[in-house]
């Protein structure tokens, strides 16, 4: 199976400020790389799908980038609603998809 | 507008089986297929299986060992996903989700996701 690893694990941020979050692939997955965000009680919701092209609806302050094994998902702005948990899944195998173990996003 | 809307909680004793629901609406069943994710409390997500609507073919994670069966029902536009010989680490978070056809961006993930069903495990 294709290991990912989020980093870090948590963040602590105010808003207005520029977060970025990173994942890493055990082994290149070229850009089959997705991102997803979780709040409490909720589903996770698409934000960016093939490393770096946005969801339709999804704010432009959150954008995507990277390939090979290194990925990072910036958000430019953080605004009050980001606060959440953020999960990379990589898709290039697709009859194994797997997720990082998720960054949670809090309030300084 | 699309929509995905599941079962409700239930509660199983270890050793059960649970038949979880997947009800879409707003698009052509047919033409998406339904995948099964579930989320352990603090847990990462965790992939389970899928099935494609149009023809019934399904494809399991080897994590499970054969307990996961993933039907569907075309004419209630609904996909069902049963776990058997349930033990207490499968007290989690249940979601299917939607994953478009390969062919309209390239690539596969998922884009509507259920509201979840919580499943526990308890003697």
């Known amino acids: 199976d294709i290991q990912m690893t989020q980093s870090p694990s948590s963040l602590s941020a105010s808003v207005g400020d520029r977060v970025t979050i990173t994942c890493r692939a055990s082994?290149?997955?070229?850009?089959?790389l997705n991102w997803y965000q979780q709040k409490p009680g909720k589903a996770p919701k698409l934000l960016i799908y093939?490393?770096?092209s946005l969801q339709s609806g999804v704010p432009s302050r959150f954008s995507g980038s990277g390939s090979g094994t290194d990925f990072t998902l910036t958000i430019s702005s953080l605004q009050p609603e980001d606060f959440a948990t953020y999960y990379c899944?990589?898709?290039?195998?697709?009859?194994?998809?797997?997720f990082g173990q998720g960054t949670k996003l809090e309030i300084k | 507008q699309v929509q995905l809307v599941q079962s409700g909680a239930e509660v199983k004793k270890p050793g059960a089986s649970v038949k979880v629901s997947c009800q879409a609406s707003?698009?052509?069943?047919?033409?998406?297929?339904v995948h099964w994710v579930r989320q352990a409390p603090g847990q990462r997500l965790e992939w389970m299986g899928w099935?494609?609507?149009?023809?019934?073919?399904?494809k399991n994670s080897q994590n499970f060992q054969g307990r996961v069966t993933i039907t569907r029902d075309t004419s209630a536009s609904t996909a069902y996903m049963e776990l058997s010989s349930l033990r207490s680490e499968d007290t989690a978070v249940y979601y299917c989700?939607?994953?478009?056809?390969?062919?309209?961006?390239?690539?596969?993930?998922?884009?509507?996701w259920g509201q979840g069903t919580l499943v526990t495990v308890s003697s």
């Open positions: 899944q990589q898709s290039y195998s697709p009859l194994m998809y797997t």
């Open positions: 093939a490393a770096s």
């Open positions: 707003g698009y052509t069943f047919t033409s998406y297929a």
């Open positions: 082994q290149s997955i070229r850009n089959y």
């Open positions: 989700a939607r994953l478009p056809p390969y062919h309209s961006s390239g690539y596969y993930f998922f884009d509507y």
């Open positions: 099935i494609n609507p149009d023809n019934g073919n399904t």
